[in-house]
Protein backbone atom coordinates (compact mmCIF):
# COMPACT_ATOMS: atom_id res chain seq x y z
CA UNK A 1 0.00 0.00 0.00
CA UNK A 2 1.15 3.38 -0.77
CA UNK A 3 0.98 6.12 1.75
CA UNK A 4 2.17 9.97 0.96
CA UNK A 5 5.02 10.94 2.99
CA UNK A 6 6.17 14.32 1.89
CA UNK A 7 4.44 16.91 -0.43
CA UNK A 8 6.61 19.65 -2.81
CA UNK A 9 5.40 22.76 -3.59
CA UNK A 10 7.92 24.41 -6.39
CA UNK A 11 7.78 28.27 -6.16
CA UNK A 12 9.44 31.07 -8.07
CA UNK A 13 10.23 32.92 -5.08
CA UNK A 14 11.83 31.31 -2.26
CA UNK A 15 11.65 34.29 0.74
CA UNK A 16 7.95 34.98 -0.53
CA UNK A 17 6.77 31.45 -0.64
CA UNK A 18 8.12 30.73 3.48
CA UNK A 19 7.05 34.12 4.49
CA UNK A 20 2.83 33.29 2.92
CA UNK A 21 3.43 29.32 4.37
CA UNK A 22 4.57 30.07 8.36
CA UNK A 23 2.53 33.54 8.00
CA UNK A 24 -0.86 32.58 5.90
CA UNK A 25 -0.70 29.22 7.06
CA UNK A 26 0.60 28.82 9.82
CA UNK A 27 3.56 26.30 8.86
CA UNK A 28 7.06 26.40 10.80
CA UNK A 29 9.78 25.78 8.76
CA UNK A 30 11.68 22.67 10.19
CA UNK A 31 14.94 22.49 7.96
CA UNK A 32 16.33 24.06 5.35
CA UNK A 33 18.75 22.40 2.35
CA UNK A 34 20.62 25.17 0.93
CA UNK A 35 19.04 28.63 -0.59
CA UNK A 36 16.41 26.38 -2.81
CA UNK A 37 14.64 24.26 -0.17
CA UNK A 38 12.63 24.49 2.95
CA UNK A 39 11.39 21.87 4.89
CA UNK A 40 8.05 23.03 6.32
CA UNK A 41 6.26 21.07 9.75
CA UNK A 42 2.11 21.32 10.54
CA UNK A 43 1.03 18.36 11.98
CA UNK A 44 2.58 14.78 10.16
CA UNK A 45 3.11 15.26 6.77
CA UNK A 46 5.77 17.37 6.00
CA UNK A 47 5.56 20.35 2.85
CA UNK A 48 8.88 20.97 1.04
CA UNK A 49 8.83 24.34 -1.07
CA UNK A 50 11.67 23.74 -3.60
CA UNK A 51 12.56 27.01 -5.75
CA UNK A 52 13.14 26.36 -9.68
CA UNK A 53 13.69 28.58 -12.17
CA UNK A 54 11.36 27.06 -14.71
CA UNK A 55 7.83 27.94 -12.46
CA UNK A 56 6.14 30.51 -13.51
CA UNK A 57 3.52 32.44 -11.86
CA UNK A 58 0.19 30.89 -12.71
CA UNK A 59 -2.69 33.16 -13.25
CA UNK A 60 -6.64 32.03 -12.22
CA UNK A 61 -6.96 30.69 -15.77
CA UNK A 62 -4.40 28.48 -15.20
CA UNK A 63 -3.84 27.04 -11.93
CA UNK A 64 -1.66 24.44 -11.08
CA UNK A 65 -2.66 20.51 -10.75
CA UNK A 66 -1.66 20.14 -7.36
CA UNK A 67 -4.33 21.02 -4.33
CA UNK A 68 -3.10 21.08 -1.32
CA UNK A 69 -5.77 20.04 1.46
CA UNK A 70 -5.31 21.22 5.08
CA UNK A 71 -7.10 20.69 7.72
CA UNK A 72 -9.77 22.80 10.16
CA UNK A 73 -11.99 22.52 12.71
CA UNK A 74 -13.74 25.66 11.99
CA UNK A 75 -14.33 27.04 8.61
CA UNK A 76 -15.52 30.09 9.38
CA UNK A 77 -13.04 31.37 11.68
CA UNK A 78 -10.09 30.25 9.07
CA UNK A 79 -12.28 31.94 6.33
CA UNK A 80 -12.27 35.28 8.32
CA UNK A 81 -8.16 34.91 9.12
CA UNK A 82 -7.57 34.71 5.40
CA UNK A 83 -9.80 37.23 4.53
CA UNK A 84 -7.70 39.14 7.47
CA UNK A 85 -4.50 38.18 5.26
CA UNK A 86 -5.81 39.41 1.97
CA UNK A 87 -5.77 35.89 0.03
CA UNK A 88 -6.90 35.49 -3.27
CA UNK A 89 -10.24 32.73 -3.39
CA UNK A 90 -11.42 30.20 -5.52
CA UNK A 91 -14.33 29.77 -3.38
CA UNK A 92 -14.84 32.27 -0.37
CA UNK A 93 -17.60 30.92 1.03
CA UNK A 94 -17.56 27.44 2.64
CA UNK A 95 -19.00 25.21 0.68
CA UNK A 96 -20.49 21.74 1.00
CA UNK A 97 -18.30 18.71 0.09
CA UNK A 98 -18.80 15.07 0.56
CA UNK A 99 -16.74 14.98 4.06
CA UNK A 100 -17.71 18.20 4.74
CA UNK A 101 -17.14 21.86 3.95
CA UNK A 102 -14.54 23.56 1.86
CA UNK A 103 -13.07 26.79 0.90
CA UNK A 104 -10.05 27.22 -1.89
CA UNK A 105 -7.74 29.72 -2.39
CA UNK A 106 -4.31 30.68 -4.21
CA UNK A 107 -0.77 31.30 -2.38
CA UNK A 108 0.96 33.62 -4.25
CA UNK A 109 2.04 31.94 -7.23
CA UNK A 110 -0.73 30.57 -8.35
CA UNK A 111 -0.89 26.96 -6.33
CA UNK A 112 -4.43 26.10 -5.03
CA UNK A 113 -5.04 25.42 -1.30
CA UNK A 114 -8.22 24.31 0.49
CA UNK A 115 -9.61 24.06 3.95
CA UNK A 116 -11.43 20.74 4.74
CA UNK A 117 -13.91 21.15 8.09
CA UNK A 118 -15.07 17.43 8.00
CA UNK A 119 -18.40 17.07 8.81
CA UNK A 120 -19.36 15.55 12.75
Known amino acids: MSQACVISIYVPDMEEAVDFYTKVLK ?56 KDKNVKFLVGVPTECPPGKFISFYDPFGNVIEYLQFAD
Open 27 to 82: FEVNKQYGPKIVTLINGDLPLVLEQSENVSYKSDEHPSGVVLALKTGDIDQTLQQL
